[in-house]
């Protein structure tokens, strides 16, 4: 491995929306040794931003663990149903000094990913990229990429590798209210984008506005108990901020269940519930919306990183 954060050697694990982002953009920056794990042969990356311009890059791609060698820093961006499915990737990447930055949803990323890889330094991301995958290899990127992660040495490290790339990564001292407040979305505008299977302008409807917001009031009370910060006005500022800013956006959870693929109720909704009943806090709208999602839900038939 290298020691020098000059010069990494990065593996990103699947090939879905993020994890073809972030390749492209480390690519393309051309500062660090970069390989894309995933499980279908790749001609490509193509992203197509925002702005109408369109990023290619051809990352070195690994199809099967076996040829994989110790990587610095793996950024894991599988769906969280499908970490178990990576750990084959992570048991030859990982090794003593590797950080593993999770950039999955959900607020119990290094519970979830410690067991997979002991030796790691686990640093759990909020992502903010809005990321469609158009067919494969093909991405269309909606809105310029954040990541935040904790104040740490370790989150240093991930911030090194996305030195000089396109993607801005923000260190948090308060990296808990930071996690909560990108959950708070994904339990609301998520679980009504996959239920009602529509982008974000349902929020424009007064009576889907005032569910959304009787939701993401019971959320942020578990928050408080969980300690993060937040302002009483705090939730219906961001469902507006959201609303106003991509209103036609689709929700990963939506585009998830319009295309008949696993839903991610797990980590965005039922933890809620789980954290409420451990504080004796009473989360009715949230379990009624988890036990909607889990009904819907096709089988997962697949948990290995997603090309």
């Avoid at 702005?51 to 894991?76: C, F, K, M, Y």
């Avoid at 004796?280 to 290995?304: H, K, Y």
Wanted: with cysteine; net charge neutral.
């Amino acid at each position: 491995m290298h020691q020098d954060d000059a010069s990494l050697s990065i593996a990103v694990i699947g090939a879905g929306a993020i994890g073809a982002a972030v390749t492209a953009a480390l690519v393309v920056a051309g500062r660090h040794d970069v390989r894309l794990c995933a499980r279908r042969p790749l001609d490509g990356l193509e992203i197509r931003h925002h702005d109408a311009t369109v990023v290619r890059a051809s990352p070195a791609v690994l199809l099967d663990p076996t040829n994989a060698g110790r990587a610095d820093v793996v950024l894991l961006c599988t769906k969280a149903y499908q970490s178990e499915g990576a750990a084959p990737w992570l048991d030859r990447l990982v090794g003593p000094g590797t950080v593993v930055a999770v950039l999955q949803n959900g607020i119990d990323q290094v519970a979830r990913i410690q067991p997979l890889a002991p030796q790691a330094d686990i640093v759990p991301v909020v992502v903010m990229i809005a990321a469609e995958v158009l067919e494969t290899g093909v991405i269309v990127q909606s809105s310029l990429a954040l990541l935040q992660v904790p104040d740490s040495a370790a989150g240093h490290r991930v911030a090194a590798a996305f030195d000089a790339s396109s993607i801005r990564v923000e260190l948090r001292a308060d990296f808990t209210t930071q996690a909560w407040r990108k959950l708070l979305l994904n339990a609301v505008i998520g679980a009504i984008g996959a239920l009602s299977i529509r982008d974000l302008s349902v929020l424009a409807e007064r009576s889907v506005f005032d569910a959304a917001l009787a939701l993401a009031e019971e959320i942020v009370a578990v928050a408080r108990a969980e300690g993060a910060r937040f302002a009483p006005d705090d939730a219906a500022r961001a469902l507006e901020r959201a609303q106003r800013a991509a209103p036609g956006h689709w929700s990963s959870i939506a585009v998830d269940r319009r295309q008949g693929r696993p839903l991610e109720w797990e980590v965005r909704n039922a933890v809620i519930g789980r954290l409420g009943r451990k504080h004796g806090i009473a989360t009715p709208l949230n379990d009624l919306v988890t036990a909607l999602l889990r009904a819907c839900a096709p089988p997962d038939t697949g948990r290995s990183p997603s090309s």
